[in-house]
């Protein structure tokens, strides 16, 4: 009546009212007769999806769902068909290799591809292209290709290190390392996958390629809440401005002139993307798939290790002892800068202490990366979950969770290196690299450069934080990816 008074025709309340019914029945489903109707969770976030996309819109879910495991547990529903692990056994369930006949948990569409035309690439392939993929991709990850590359890798690391002295002034003016972290990482994964850097160090800025990438993580979370409601997603995307949709189109032509230079310097150079081009041919490997491909390693391989390498700074300018003590250990190990290599970097016990604990509270991917539990439903900790349930393990909040690991919220280098005090600490809680077959493929790489990156700061420099980043890791939102900010420290060169 409301409605035929305020104007509206009877065919818009019919509408209105078949609305409100549906949205009805749906949160009575839901919550009382929906298979997973018997776990726990926040009644907004048992009834509809909504409660969820709130929290990721915001960008705080990864921080949100610590204390809805304390509240409810070690499974928690997080929307209707969607169920949070806090127990280490869940990431061998949910992502391990089977060891019985049992398939493998495929990755979630929803999240990884919710829109349906970009391309397929090594992160989002279904399980047997992802294979074939996989396989090829490893030979650019193998030692040989390790060993081969590191004269490139070094040579981005003097930029670094040489911008880092000028630039900053020997310690006068303050530097923001997330950047020039950012900078480096880019660079070298740029020229092992396109054969070229975005030349990010030499120009002291971001390539408008990086820059698109970080505007696009904003953009897939939205894509990522609006998937489930297919109508309004369409809507949406027709009414998307065109310059919008032209903005990707050149995205993409950058990225294909890249990667057509690449081809044109031939197959045998040793970088990430050389078993794919060899292959290209033989699987009929469109331009797309490869283009699809290279720009996923530069994703994965530099904004993944560049936060890392932010935090693992961060932490140690706010805990002055931890500073103190890898600074000993990376001067007293070499006698000249010369000797810090790939080989060399690998024996500092400290250092990798360090990056291990920067890794557990702040891990590079911190949120959940959901996979579809296989048909016929399967135990994940000791718990049945019918097939269909989207299932994920959320790091940030298993690494903070005091059932896992004592003093989650404090650096403690020490408790990688046997200290008794975190003996009960449950370090297969730790997989900041998951495991399994789609576990991270750069794993060394990622470790080498860190390490490498990370002595020749330290060997160089003594760092001081400034003021204005006290806060840098608390102030912090989580779109994907976390989105830094500046994190300015005085860099005063070592004499020798
Ligand atoms: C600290 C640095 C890094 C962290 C924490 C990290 C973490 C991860 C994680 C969690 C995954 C699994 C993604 C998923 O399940 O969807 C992954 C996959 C992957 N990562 Fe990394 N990564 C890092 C550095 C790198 C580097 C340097 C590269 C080199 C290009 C790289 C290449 C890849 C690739 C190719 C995959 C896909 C593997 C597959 O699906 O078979 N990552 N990484």
Redesign the pocket.
Known sequence: MALLSLGLGPSLLLLFVGFTSYTLLHIIYNLFLHPLRHFPGPLFMRATRLGHIRLLLRGTLPFDVLPLHRRYGPVVRLAPNELAFCDPQAWRDIMGHRTDKSEEFE?YLGFYRPVDDLPVD??NAKREE?GLL?RT?AHGFSDRSMREQQPLIKSYVDVLIQKLGTIGEGGKEKMDLAAWYNYTTFDV?GDLAFGEGFGCLEGGDYHPWVKAIFQLARVGVVFQSLVHFPWVFKIIMALIPKSLMEEREKHYQMTLVKLKKRMEGGKDRSD?IEGLLKKADEWGLTLQKLQANSA??II??SE??AT?LSGVTFLLMTNPDALKKLTAEIRGAFKSEDEIDFMSVSNLPYMLACLDEA?RMY???PTG?PRVVTKGGASIAGHYVPGGTVVAVHQWAMYHNEEHFKKPFEFHPERWLGDPEFADDHKDAFQ???LGP??????N??YI??RLILARVLWNFDLRMDEDSADWMSKQRIYNLWEKGSLNAYLTPVAR
């Not at 789609?438 to 794993?443: A, F, H, Q, T, V």
Request: include cysteine; charge should be positive; aromatic fraction near 4%.
């Open positions: 990755k090594i992160v992802h996989r991709m994964i990430l996923i390693l994965g391989g993944t290790t890392l890794l891990p590079p991917v990366l900041p690299f998951h789609r576990n991270c493929l750069g794993r790489l990622a450069e860190m």
